[in-house]
């Protein structure tokens, strides 16, 4: 007999741009750029919101809110992620864990990635163990290295109740 779990995964970036927000992982974190994008461009949870999709078949986050859609204009991805989170409810499916990593050459975000962690965790409503954020340099190449951009990766495994 097939297992009731499934896997996802999610992969986003954004550029980067002076004067701008920088949300990551549902907090504000300071720094002189931040992620430009329609929504508040937070691509951690653009990229759960992928992995937790993707899990589910149910296609991916641009198809659920649309960059062309006015309602999503500037918004708090939180908001997208309880929104997801509803869907697999809905659909009949919990969470199991979230597996989550940024790159991103400045700021370091070492000392952000517990806040990360509860915020990310109270929003999907599991527990804080079952969200592990990492965060990584590209050793200054590409389009990170370069302080242009910052890209995420996640994985999201799921089960059917």
């Known amino acids: 007999m097939k297992p009731n779990i499934r896997i ?29 994008g329609h929504s508040d461009a937070d ?21 659920h809110f649309s960059d062309k859609d006015s309602q999503f204009k500037g918004i708090d991805s939180k908001i997208l992620l309880r929104q997801v989170v509803k869907l697999l409810d809905d659909a009949g499916y919990g969470i199991v864990n979230v597996d989550a990593t940024v790159c991103l050459q400045q700021p370091k975000l070492s000392p952000h990635i ?7 965790a109270e929003t999907m409503d599991i527990p804080v163990e079952d969200v592990s954020v990492k965060a990584t340099t590209t050793e200054k190449l590409g389009f990170v290295g370069k302080e242009e951009g910052v890209s995420a990766h996640a994985v999201a495994l799921i089960y059917k109740k």
């Open 43 to 63: 691509v951690l949870i653009h990229v759960i919101c992928d992995a937790l999709l993707g899990a589910a078949n149910m296609r991916d986050i641009g198809f």
């Open 8 to 36: 996802g995964y999610g992969y986003d970036v954004h550029a980067l741009a002076e004067g701008v927000d920088f949300w990551i992982g549902g907090i504000k974190i300071p720094h002189t750029h931040g992620a430009y």
């Open 114 to 120: 517990e806040k990360m962690k509860e915020t990310l």
